[in-house]
């Protein structure tokens, strides 16, 4: 189903050859000093190679004359030391050209792929809900290194090749106009031909195949990103069957695409020897009508050669062109997807010093939703209020903390902080002001002590440890081998939910924001961990204006107070022992079914 849905997309967007070569053009500009000299050491090498079958002919005509004429020794002389003079330009010029490229490549490779990242960073949840990391990844390492095929191609072979054709054809059209129209139409017609099979012929299959390598890319990410759970249903071999189908998918498209590759070059060579017959047979014919001479002959034999070796690539380049811009196809893509949060013209740096959030007639509506989830939802959380969210699964609980974030754009109405409207605030500000303790938190593969500054760059080790006790992290860590230069694996891995937990935690404590979010910290954990974690909590919620997502109804006991969602409206708000004294109210009922769940669960044990 996803490779259906790439496929339609594939199809709605332009020719990827209209849409790739302007955006490497664009970065071109950016260098344009570089690339001017390129342009320059290139076609003047290329400048020399063309006219080295000129002196060839005079060279062999000399040569014909004999060694007793003065005059012939001197033009064979002067001929010779052109052919060694421009093979010498040529060497020097080709070689600037190349010295220039290596920088001006890798510039742009990196530019790309930093651009690319910049703005995967910045697109929207749900992009990153619906997208493989992996077949993320893999379209911008390919599309990177597809730019290095592309520069090469154009300006290495393709810019060279075209202007050998041209000046071969000008200088033979002023000798015999016959053999320049001749070669004139055979290229025309050779480099359309190229043209047509690389863009109609091969560049569909080309596309597909390249979804599918792209899919083997997010299957490979998914299962080893998921391998504890793999490893858990036993299910290794399911998932090397799985990845089999992705694959086997994979080679019958790159079979057909790289098939179509060796017809067209099949086609292109038949091409060129029709054109070869037809120069060489006319060059024999007018040297038997007396027109040629033998250094004519050997002049216009030489200059085909040139021409031959240069279209039999053009054809080769043609299609690695073609196949540069396929893969470049999805990272220009990246680049061209719309960001979907984006900081308003006259966006400001948020100041928040007593964190007091009000919900001013919001409406919220999910894309691909009818009806919207918040319709004008109003709520007002005092500056160091702590607050609870409780609610069915669904219900909008999540939702509010994302607004908050400002993940989401409200649909209408609006959120202040401190009395600022956060949709004029820089994003960046704006979340640096929340800390967020998540229910299941994600670590960095790097060291505990970076994972724990992250909200703080630059902290201090003493800063960092500090968060750390406060968090009731600082005894486990000082366990570990090498302590808070322990790398905790991909996600934290390597560490327990609770250990993570704690790590999260003191994240936040480092981060020192004045607005808390608590994802249901303490789900999941054992009863000394959730002990830990409860302790940790209650001290950073001090002093901080706080949101608790609760499915836990425990968790929620001690706070200020507490709004029960049902459906994206707060039906029901107060303290704990207000609300469970509600009769026939939400959060009593769900506090009752806990509280009977785990009577059961302890008459069992």
Not at 46 to 63: K, Q, Y
């Amino acid at each position: 189903m996803t490779i259906e849905i790439t496929k339609l997309k594939a199809k709605k967007r332009p020719a990827a050859i209209r849409v790739v070569m302007p955006f490497v053009f664009r970065h071109w500009l950016k260098q344009p000093g570089m690339t001017l000299a390129i342009a320059i050491g290139l076609l003047g090498a290329t400048v020399a190679d063309l006219f080295m079958p000129v002196f060839s002919g005079r060279l062999v005509d000399a040569l014909t004359l004999g060694p007793v004429d003065s005059a012939a020794r001197r033009a064979a002389l002067t001929a010779f030391g052109a052919i060694v003079a421009l093979g010498f330009a040529s060497i020097v010029l080709r070689l600037g050209g190349l010295q220039l490229i290596v920088p001006f490549t890798l510039r742009i490779m990196s530019d790309v792929a930093r651009d690319a990242f910049v703005r995967v960073q910045r697109f929207s949840t749900d992009w990153h809900a619906n997208s493989f990391a992996g077949s993320t990844v893999r379209k911008i390492t390919r599309g990177m290194w597809a730019l290095d095929l592309y520069n090469d191609t154009i300006l290495l072979a393709l810019l060279p090749s075209l202007a050998v054709l041209l000046g071969s054809m000008v200088l033979l059209g002023l000798h015999w106009a016959s053999l320049g129209a001749v070669i004139a139409v055979g290229a025309v017609l050779y480099v359309a031909m190229t043209v047509a099979f690389s863009t109609r012929y091969i560049a569909p299959a080309a596309r597909v195949s390249n979804a599918w390598d792209t899919k083997v890319g997010g299957t490979l990410a998914d299962s080893i990103t998921c391998n504890a759970v793999v490893k858990s249903f036993g299910a290794e071999a399911r998932e090397d069957d799985r990845l089999d189908r992705v694959i086997s998918r994979w080679r019958r498209r790159v079979n057909r695409t790289w098939l179509r590759y060796n017809t067209t070059a099949a086609v292109q060579l038949g091409v060129l020897l029709c054109l070869r017959a037809s120069v060489i047979g006319g060059s024999v014919l007018l040297w038997i009508a007396g027109r040629a001479s033998p250094g004519d002959v050997t002049y216009v034999l030489t200059s085909y050669y040139v021409i031959h070796a240069y279209l039999r690539d053009v054809g080769m380049h043609i299609n690695n062109l073609q196949r540069a811009v396929n893969d470049m196809d999805e990272l220009v893509a990246i680049h061209e997807e719309p960001i979907g949060i984006v900081d308003a013209e006259d966006a400001k740096p948020i100041s928040v010093t007593g964190g007091h959030i009000v919900f001013d007639e919001v409406t919220f509506h999910y894309g691909g939703h009818r009806a919207p989830l918040y319709d004008h939802l109003s709520v007002d959380i005092r500056p160091g209020e702590r607050i609870g969210l409780v609610g069915r699964s669904g219900s909008g609980k999540t939702t509010f903390v994302k607004l908050v974030q400002r993940l989401y754009d409200v649909t209408g109405g609006r959120i202040l902080i401190d009395g600022q409207d956060i949709a004029h605030a820089t994003q960046d500000s704006l979340r640096s002001q929340i800390a967020i303790v998540q229910q299941d938190p994600i670590l960095f593969h790097r060291s505990l002590a970076e994972n724990i500054a992250y909200g703080r760059p630059g902290a201090s080790q003493a800063a960092i440890e500090q968060a750390a006790q406060l968090a009731n992290a600082h005894d486990f860590i000082m366990r570990l081998p090498k302590g808070y230069g322990t790398l905790v694996g991909e996600r934290g891995v390597k560490l327990s939910g609770g250990e993570r937990q704690r790590v999260a935690l003191a994240r936040a404590f480092l981060a020192d924001a004045p607005v808390l979010i608590l994802d249901e910290a303490t789900s999941s954990l054992d009863s000394e961990s959730e002990a830990l974690i409860q302790e940790a909590m209650e001290r950073l919620m001090k002093g901080r204006t706080s949101i608790v997502i609760a499915h836990r109804l425990a968790t929620v006991r001690s706070l200020d107070r507490i709004l029960v969602f049902d459906r994206g409206r707060i039906v029901e708000q107060g303290s704990h022992a207000a609300l469970v004294a509600r009769p026939g109210g939400l959060y009593r009922a769900l506090f009752e079914r806990q509280a009977t769940e785990i009577g059961k669960l302890s008459a069992v044990v």
